[in-house]
T-cell receptor
Framework: EAQVTQNPRYLITVTGKKLTVTCSQN?????MSWYRQDPGLGLRQIYY???????DKGDVPEGYKVSRKEKRNFPLILESPSPNQTSLYFC????????????FGDGTRLSIL | SQELEQSPQSLIVQEGKNLTINCTSS?????LYWYKQKYGEGLIFLMM???GGEEKSHEKITAKLDEKKQQSSLHITASQPSHAGIYLC?????????????WGLGTSLAVNP
């Protein structure tokens, strides 16, 4: 089954404790992206990747890192999480080029205490 | 910067009623996507519109893109409780390979049995 898989689905942690949210897709998509979704602010892009070893900042990259060493994986790293990073996070992937719908993972709900 | 405005922000309808959700941009859209999200869950792709005047239907949901490619509507006929959720529109703000999508804030739909 074609899918985007995120882990973990839920995480409660404390300020400053490094964490990684994994994202994997099995559709051989070139493009991958991370979003955060907050009430009243909608979906905001954190980072995106057009292909392996190519990543770029989205609208809200501060406090996050990403890497794209393999085509299927695009982990999101929070080196020193803070409470303002408490949010619902989504990973998405699509084929390269315009007019290609993005496929979303089920989301990761992060709570930073 | 380009924005997508969705209206209404929320909607409560009686089962069996028709409804329309709108998505408007001040600039030309190069690809318009409709997604449905159940509360706290992932986004499910519904439809994509590319050409001015295009209309697509899936089951009881019809999406249209106006001739100027600046406004899209999503129409649900004979709504059912299964249609409840948040409907999001997203769009390619420019042509080409750049996958910098812009997003509306969503329309929350409740369908009362």
């Amino acid at each position: 089954e074609a899918q985007v898989t995120q882990n973990p689905r839920y995480l409660i942690t404390v300020t400053g404790k490094k964490l990684t949210v994994t994202c994997s897709q099995n559709m051989n998509h070139e493009y991958m992206s991370w979003y955060r979704q907050d009430p009243g602010l909608g979906l905001r892009q954190i980072y995106y990747s057009m292909n392996v070893e190519v990543t770029d900042k989205g609208d809200v990259p501060e406090g996050y890192k990403v890497s794209r060493k393999e085509k299927r994986n695009f982990p999101l790293i929070l080196e020193s999480p803070s409470p303002n990073q408490t949010s619902l996070y989504f990973c998405a992937s699509s084929k390269q080029g315009g007019n290609q719908p993005q496929h979303f993972g089920d989301g990761t709900r992060l709570s930073i205490l | 910067s380009q924005e997508l405005e969705q209206s209404p922000q929320s909607l409560i309808v009686q089962e069996g009623k028709n409804l329309t959700i709108n998505c408007t941009s001040s600039k030309t859209l190069y690809g318009l996507y409709w997604y449905k999200q159940k509360y706290g869950e992932g986004l499910i792709f519904l439809m994509m519109l590319q050409k001015g005047g295009e209309e697509k239907s899936h089951e009881k949901i019809t999406a249209k893109l106006d001739e100027k490619k600046q406004q899209s509507s999503l129409h649900i006929t004979a709504s059912q409780p299964s249609h409840a959720g948040i409907y999001l529109c997203g769009a390619d703000g420019r042509a080409g390979n750049n996958r910098k999508l812009i997003w509306g804030l969503g329309t929350s739909l409740a369908v009362n049995p």
